[in-house]
């Protein structure tokens, strides 16, 4: 396969020899391409049954997709027939958005990660909503949720976001299964400490699932959680200050040209052992104040023994770099028994 040869071989020499501005440009032009592979992949279907019960939906298995890697719902048959207990398809906005200028994306091969500035590109969430309703009429797909991830458009007013993401949501009840409010994308100039979560979210007959940056408890979002508000909260979205440290020697040049040049957040396995002790602290206070919001785990998820690790803190997890990678090295009819049983 093209994409392993990527992985194991073109990737790590190129990271090499190409400035980072040559290697951002040629996977950033390649990046289009590579989802259209994905989404004219023919293979049978992998089922891996073990069911989750949370928020009131049937999982088949705890570890979904998180969203990102399916931004306009075409990639919900590969998703499936690859084993995914379910997707997260979005982020969508309520009016088409190209996102940044050259939607810059690069590689960091020696630290199974990526930084990407991509700004939420989005073909609408009529178009998403309608790619959703296809998927669903052509499979008879069991216990697979499908969530949506929504935030405001970055071209507008903070009134107009929080109205475009309302409207988001009241298209999507009765064609998706819950709802996640993205406050935490790195990558469209927002202070995210300024972010507010709307509260007419919480009025529609949907559960809601809320996406942080990496972050310690807040107060505001758990008092949501303790009134019964917030469903489930995801920990974390891509890391923007993150410890250079962290990122391999040899990727280290590309990882600090790419945040000076175009800012954007890290992620893969970097972000692991962050995320769980934001996790930990996460649970700790939700028990403190008597909440029943479930956690979800995302971010730096490679194998299965990172998805075990979240499992001590998560009833579900997320995976999206880490697809790739497991996608590549182990090929479709592998890639969910790799990942979540360990195969």
Not at 122 to 140: A, H, T
Not at 244 to 269: P, V, W
Request: proline letters at 6%; aromatic letters at 10%.
């Amino acid at each position: 396969m093209l994409i392993k040869l990527d992985y194991q071989y073109v990737r790590p020499f190129l990271s090499k020899v190409l400035p980072t501005q040559y290697l951002t440009s040629l996977y950033s032009f390649f990046r289009p391409l590579a989802h259209h592979v994905l989404k004219n992949a023919h293979f049978e279907s992998i089922i891996i049954e073990k069911s989750v019960h949370v928020m009131g939906l049937t999982f088949r298995n705890s570890l979904g997709v998180a969203a990102g890697f399916d931004k306009s719902g075409e990639l919900l048959p590969f998703l499936y027939r690859l084993g995914a207990g379910y997707v997260v398809v979005g982020t969508a906005l309520d009016q088409p958005h190209k996102g940044n200028p050259g939607t810059p994306w690069v590689p960091l091969a020696h630290s199974h990660a990526a930084i990407n500035r991509l700004g939420l590109p989005s073909p609408g969430i009529d178009v998403v909503l309608q790619n959703i309703q296809k998927f669903r009429e052509k499979y008879n797909a069991q216990n697979f949720p499908i969530g949506l991830s929504v935030m405001g458009h970055p071209l507008q007013s903070a009134k107009e976001k929080e109205k475009g993401m309302i409207e988001c949501i009241r298209k999507s009840v009765g064609i998706v299964d819950f709802v996640e409010l993205n406050q935490s994308c790195p990558n469209v100039g927002e202070d995210l400490e300024k972010l507010e979560i709307p509260l007419d979210a919480f009025t529609f007959d949907v559960p809601i699932v809320v996406k942080l940056q990496p972050m310690l408890p807040q107060k505001k979002i758990l008092d949501l959680c303790a009134n019964g508000k917030i469903h489930a909260l995801v920990i974390s979205n891509t890391q923007k200050d993150f410890d250079i440290s962290n990122i391999d020697l040899k990727d280290q040049s590309h990882a600090q040209y790419f945040q000076k040049k175009y800012g954007g957040g890290l992620s893969g396995k970097p972000l692991l052992e962050k995320n769980l002790e934001y996790l930990k602290e996460w649970k700790r206070e939700l028990d403190a104040c008597g909440a029943n919001t479930q956690l979800i785990g995302c971010g730096g998820i490679l194998d299965h023994e990172d998805v075990v690790r979240y499992m001590d803190f998560c009833t579900l997890t997320q995976v999206y770099t880490g697809l790739w990678e497991a996608y590549a090295m182990h090929g479709p009819q592998k890639t969910w028994k790799h990942l979540l049983l360990g195969l």
